[in-house]
C-alpha cells in the first residue's frame, strides 16, 4: 500500500505527457505537481514547497536543463529523494548514465499505468526504509558518543 501523504513531481516538456502521468498517478491515490523542464523543476525542489515532495518522475530530454542535470543538483545537495527517470529514448546508455547520476528507476516511454504503479510504489518502499536505517544509525550514534 502506497502512502497516501506522498507527491509526485512530474517534470516533462511535453503537456501531453504530463496529463497522462497526472492521470495515473491520480488513479493510484497520490497527489502530484507538474513541472515543465528541469529549470522550474529545480526552483521548485529547493523552495519551501519542494519538501512535500515524496518522488519525482523525470523525463530525461528536455530543452532547458536535461534530467541529468536535474539528478546531478540534486544529489549535488545531498536530496535523497527518489528520482524515476522517464524517457523515449530508451538505449542501454541512457539508462546507465541515469542510473549512475541516482537514479531510482528507468522506464521507456510509453509505460504503462501498472508499471508506473509498481515504479513508484518500490521507489517510496525504498525511501522510506532508507530514511529508517538512517534514523537507527543515528540513534545508535549518539548512543555511543
Same mark, same amino acid.
Given at each position: 500500500?502506497?502512502?497516501?501523504?506522498?507527491?509526485?513531481?512530474?517534470?516533462?516538456?511535453?503537456?501531453?505527457?504530463?496529463?497522462?502521468?497526472? #492521470?495515473?498517478?491520480?488513479?493510484?491515490?497520490?497527489?502530484?505537481?507538474? #513541472?515543465?523542464?528541469?529549470? +522550474?523543476?529545480?526552483?521548485?525542489?529547493?523552495?519551501?514547497?519542494?519538501?512535500?515532495?515524496?518522488?519525482?518522475?523525470?523525463?530525461?530530454?528536455?530543452?532547458?536543463?536535461?534530467?541529468?542535470?536535474?539528478?546531478?543538483?540534486?544529489?549535488?545537495?545531498? $536530496?535523497?529523494?527518489?528520482?524515476?527517470?522517464?524517457?523515449?529514448?530508451?538505449?542501454?546508455?541512457s539508462a546507465v548514465e541515469a542510473m549512475r547520476a541516482g537514479a531510482t528507476d528507468f522506464l521507456v516511454k510509453p509505460a504503462s +499505468?501498472? $508499471?508506473?504503479k509498481v515504479s513508484i510504489g518500490n521507489a517510496l518502499k525504498l525511501s522510506q526504509l532508507s530514511g529508517e536505517v538512517s534514523r537507527?544509525?543515528?540513534?545508535?550514534?549518539? $548512543?555511543?558518543?
Amino acid at each position: 500500500m502506497l502512502a497516501m501523504s506522498q507527491t509526485i513531481l512530474i517534470v516533462d516538456d511535453d503537456p501531453v505527457q504530463r496529463r497522462l502521468l497526472e #492521470a495515473a498517478i491520480s488513479r493510484i491515490g497520490l497527489s502530484s505537481l507538474t #513541472a515543465s523542464g528541469g529549470a +522550474p523543476a529545480l526552483d521548485l525542489l529547493f523552495s519551501p514547497a519542494g519538501e512535500q515532495v515524496g518522488l519525482v518522475l523525470l523525463d530525461l530530454v528536455m530543452p532547458d536543463v536535461d534530467g541529468i542535470q536535474v539528478l546531478e543538483k540534486l544529489r549535488g545537495a545531498q $536530496r535523497d529523494l527518489p528520482v524515476i527517470v522517464l524517457t523515449a529514448k530508451g538505449g542501454i546508455d541512457s539508462a546507465v548514465e541515469a542510473m549512475r547520476a541516482g537514479a531510482t528507476d528507468f522506464l521507456v516511454k510509453p509505460a504503462s +499505468p501498472e $508499471r508506473i504503479k509498481v515504479s513508484i510504489g518500490n521507489a517510496l518502499k525504498l525511501s522510506q526504509l532508507s530514511g529508517e536505517v538512517s534514523r537507527l544509525k543515528k540513534k545508535k550514534d549518539n $548512543r555511543l558518543a
